[in-house]
């Protein structure tokens, strides 16, 4: 499979706890985004990657969400002290330079109890 | 700030007839409008996009039309089939990054 890959697909945790979500994005991709997708909205731009570099982040996005992208290919999204309002669909899409064209991962289906 | 308005928010059909979904952006300077198709428990799929130097672009079935003077584009599905019931989403690229602003969603449901 040479799509979008996330995982784990499913993570059901405790309020305060940390969690750490992982996405490979398509291999010739150096675009790399992260949104957030709540039951009936659409998603939600969280923050952007061009290769290793992150170069926008949503003023949304809380001081305990931090994400990475070490070597320029797979990406992690930690979210620390979880709380009961971060249960989401967590998506990743990546594209590659000079396209406008995003692929979307299966995402990763946070719950916080 | 920037904003995608997606109307309406459920449109019911019978299988053959047409659906119609519109949206409305609100930055002037977006110049890509891509149409998702998001099946439930599914990922979101690009199933038609459109950039702001050409007004209609179709692909079988589908075709998307854009009036950049009114900030307005709209997906229409012809021969609609039990298949295209999904939820879609509009969206409209924006800044140097081309992040996506997303509508809140469509849901179509094709009756047989």
């Known amino acids: 499979d040479t799509g979008v890959s996330q995982d784990p697909r499913h993570k059901i945790t405790k309020r305060g706890q940390n969690v750490t979500f992982r996405c490979d994005p398509i291999?010739?991709?150096?675009?790399l985004y992260w949104y957030r997708q709540t039951l009936g909205q659409g998603p939600e731009f969280l923050t952007y990657?061009?290769?290793?570099?992150?170069?926008?982040k949503s003023r949304l996005l809380s001081d305990r969400f931090s994400a990475e992208r070490p070597k320029g290919s797979f990406s992690t999204l930690e979210i620390q002290r979880t709380e009961q309002g971060d249960s989401a669909m967590y998506l990743c899409?990546?594209?590659?330079?000079?396209?406008?064209?995003?692929?979307f991962g299966p995402g990763t289906r946070l719950t916080v109890l | 700030g920037e904003n995608v308005e997606q109307h309406p928010s459920t449109l019911s059909v019978q299988e053959g007839d047409s659906a119609v979904i519109k949206c409305t952006y609100s930055?002037?300077?977006?110049?890509?409008f891509p149409w998702y198709k998001q099946e439930l428990g599914k990922r979101p799929q690009l199933i038609i996009d459109?950039?702001?130097?050409?007004g209609e672009k179709k692909d079988q079935r589908i075709a998307v039309t854009l009036n950049k003077t009114a900030k307005h584009f709209s997906l229409h599905i012809t021969e609609t089939q039990p298949e295209d019931s999904a939820v879609y989403f509009c969206?409209?690229?924006?800044?140097?990054?081309?992040?996506?602003?997303f509508g809140t969603g469509t849901r179509l449901q094709v009756f047989p």
């Open positions: 899409a990546s594209s590659r330079q000079g396209s406008n064209e995003q692929f």
């Open positions: 291999s010739e991709h150096n675009r």
């Open positions: 990657f061009q290769n290793e570099a992150q170069l926008e």
């Open positions: 930055d002037s300077a977006s110049n890509y």
């Open positions: 459109i950039r702001s130097n050409v």
């Open positions: 969206a409209a690229s924006t800044g140097n990054t081309d992040k996506l602003i």
